[in-house]
């Protein structure tokens, strides 16, 4: 599921117009607005790989696997509060913003669940 959010990750430049936006602002504020975007990507891909490439281990009960799984949770359910609360007020207008609005909800709520049950299945 991580890898779901890359297609809009991609997009967002494009449809949302950061181009004519980020050539507003000071040099400096435009790169550091680059390198946190590439950050979170990384993070997002590198989670996703770790996550595939340990399933198993996610579930294992030691204290990585349980610190992990909350960790995910609690990024996730931050995400998707955030998409719910703040983004539902300004998001673009049109059938497939809000579409794809919907989908990042549901996307959120559902890596925000998988990784608590996992947390509970850890610490029972």
Not at 41 to 61: C, H, R
Request: proline share 3%; charged share 10%.
């Amino acid at each position: 599921m991580h890898f779901c959010n890359i297609p809009g990750m991609v997009a967002a430049p494009r449809v949302l117009g950061w181009k004519e936006d980020l050539a507003n602002i000071k040099p400096i504020n435009r790169n550091i607005f680059i390198v946190l975007c590439g950050g979170i990507m990384i993070t997002i891909l590198g989670t996703g790989v770790v996550v595939m490439a340990n399933s198993k281990s996610l579930l294992d009960g030691s204290r990585l696997s349980s610190s992990l799984c909350f960790f995910l949770s609690v990024l996730w359910a931050y995400r998707f509060l955030i998409q719910a609360v703040l983004y539902s007020k300004i998001w673009p207008k049109g059938f497939v913003a809000r579409l794809s609005h919907g989908g990042l909800l549901a996307l959120f709520f559902c890596l925000t669940a998988v990784y608590a049950v996992a947390t509970a299945i850890n610490f029972s």
